[in-house]
């Protein structure tokens, strides 16, 4: 069926509670695991159906803020939203209380039922108004971002501005990225206030729940499982070795496009050629990802071929669109979706082959009854999107043809500056919840610093912008105010990917062999876990990133960025 097709239920709350109350009765006086388990199976169908309306209500309302149909029918679910949660809470109880949990485990593996558990601790009656709040500031926060720019006459979504970011005038690059910060400093004070009201709404939600503050309700929340020390651990080993790194690469980067000193707008223009632009229109961009995934794998080309009937991706920039990239999954239609925002950069590619590796995951894992089987945790889903963009290397010379090394060095030295990004979004939100009383001013100091620790936007003798002199510049990271945490895992995810990259250039099929693989294994098992099942090194340890980050910067200098 494609997406167009797919209907949008606006159920009734009232009928919705005493339907699920029906089946909970029956579920907490089943006599044996077998009459249980198919109870279950009709209350996990019951939520597919609410949970697959509303996912497609809220995709068709981002892909088109300005039409008043999807308007309504996102305002419907987020109205009915903290009762359904309340729904899902009185079962998460149930569940935990069933006498036969080690008969899921045997069917669905211990981590998914572990994890089904421990949802049960994410929500409490007492914080729906809350709950109700936060996304209201959240809508607030994206609402802001949908309002168009106006840049050289004309009237463009904010994300269009980034392609004057490659501009090899630097006057040109200069004033792009002024009109883009001024653009978030005119807001600035609204996302301040946004943000007060969701630190005080977040820091409620964790009391009510038992928390002495969000930080740890937020790592539960991410189902991360690691602690406070594996992640500043983690991080510790970042600054050793990819900080400096990075540092040199920023110097070479100074030399080679023939500026004194690196400012500000100089940071996104890679190379004295100008960076590595798609040489082929948004629709041919479409056109050689299907012949690359036809190529790729057998089941990256059945993959690919069924996004493309179906109509599952909006890759298209437009005013009224919601920013940035995304993949999703409608589990009753079994179909992922792929979101994006092309802007006629590299970015056009990588964010498809990126949104296409989880797109792939979940469609391999489409079968799997329950939905934390199919959707794992944070750092696993990241590395079945990052492993795909260096998987796809290969087939890059489609997109960028005579710069196609050029783009290579360029993907090599972002993901680099990624995994610093990562870390100190993590940083910054662990400092700011672990108290409840951290003050506007106090917080954009924390981010200051943070950015110097990690040699973040600051470099010798820059003459910085205001904006990022003022430590509002964290608004930009739009994880932090929508998706608390969501950040760290991309930094695990890519010291994977890069050990995919590295296996890749031994044996093409083995590396894709175990990417399938991998992906397979969906959400039956935590990250150190899964990593040990398909036999790659864990990032958590000092010596897989030292290893890592050595080979990636002899990768880089086996590439000529001389001659770009």
């Known amino acids: ?111 998914v039922i572990s994890y089904i558990i421990r949802k049960a601790n994410q929500f409490s009656d007492d914080a729906k108004d809350e709950y109700a709040k936060q996304k209201e500031l959240t809508n607030q926060y994206e609402s802001l971002l949908l309002e168009p720019v106006t840049f050289e006459g004309e009237e463009i979504p904010l994300g269009k501005l980034r392609y004057y970011f490659n501009s090899p005038e630097r006057e040109m690059r200069k004033k792009s990225q002024d009109e883009f910060f001024d653009y978030y400093s ?19 939600i964790a009391k009510k729940l038992g928390y002495e503050n969000y930080l740890r309700l937020g790592y539960n929340l991410m189902n991360r499982n690691f602690d406070y020390t594996d992640a500043q651990n983690f991080r510790n080993s970042i600054i050793k070795y990819v900080v400096p790194l990075t540092a040199r690469l920023k110097e070479k980067q100074r030399k080679r496009i023939g500026a004194e000193t690196l400012e500000y707008y100089d940071i ?35 993959f690919f071929e069924f996004m493309i009937e179906n109509e599952l991706m909006d890759l298209k920039s437009r005013i009224g669109k919601g920013g940035g990239g995304f993949s999703t999954f409608f589990q009753k239609y079994k179909s992922p979706f792929i979101f994006s925002n092309m802007n006629g950069t590299a970015n056009d590619v990588e964010i498809l082959t990126h949104e296409a590796g989880h797109a792939f995951q979940s469609y391999l894992c489409r079968d799997y009854t329950l939905y934390e089987e199919i959707n794992s945790s944070a ?44 870390a100190t979004a993590d940083e910054f939100q662990e400092r700011i919840y672990m108290t409840d009383n951290v003050s506007r001013g106090e917080r954009n100091e924390i981010w200051n610093d943070i950015k110097r620790k990690y040699n973040f936007e600051f470099f010798k003798g820059q003459k910085s912008h205001e904006y990022l002199e003022s430590g509002n510049s964290w608004h930009m990271k739009s994880l932090i105010v929508e998706r608390p945490f969501y950040c760290l895992e991309y930094a695990l995810a890519q010291f994977v990917a890069l050990q995919f990259l590295f296996l890749k250039k031994e044996n093409h099929a083995a590396a894709m062999k175990k990417y399938i693989d991998f992906c397979k294994l969906g959400g039956r098992y935590t990250f150190s876990e899964s990593l040990k099942i398909a036999g790659l090194e864990n990032p958590f340890e000092e010596e897989t990133v030292r290893t890592v980050t050595e080979k990636v910067e002899g990768l880089l200098e086996q590439i000529d960025d001389s001659k770009f």
């Open 1 to 111: 069926m494609k997406f167009s097709g797919f209907p949008v239920t606006l159920f009734d709350i009232e009928e919705l509670k005493l339907k699920f109350e029906s089946l909970f009765d029956k579920f907490s006086k089943a006599k044996s695991f077998v009459e249980e388990h198919l109870i279950f199976l009709e209350i996990i169908n019951e939520f597919k159906e609410y949970n697959s309306s509303e996912d497609v209500a809220q995709v068709r309302y981002i892909t088109n803020s300005l039409n008043e149909k999807f308007a309504y029918d996102k305002k419907h679910f987020d109205s009915i939203n903290p009762s359904v949660w309340s729904i899902d809470k009185k079962f998460l109880d149930l569940f935990k209380a069933s006498r036969f949990l080690d008969e899921y485990k045997k069917i669905y593996s211990y981590e």
């Open 379 to 422: 750092d696993i889903c990241e590395v079945h999107s990052m492993s795909m963009e260096v998987l796809t290397y290969d087939y890059m010379n489609l997109f960028f043809k005579d710069d196609t090394d050029k783009f290579y060095y360029y993907h090599l030295d972002n993901s680099l500056r990624s995994i610093i990004s990562a």
């Open 268 to 302: 996104h223009f890679k190379f004295k050629t100008g960076n590595p632009m798609p040489q082929c229109s948004e629709d041919e961009i479409v056109e050689n990802s299907r012949k690359m995934y036809a190529e790729l794998s057998p089941e990256t080309k059945e």
């Open 186 to 204: 005119r807001r600035a004070d609204k996302i301040n206030d946004i943000f007060d009201e969701l630190y005080k709404v977040r820091t409620s």
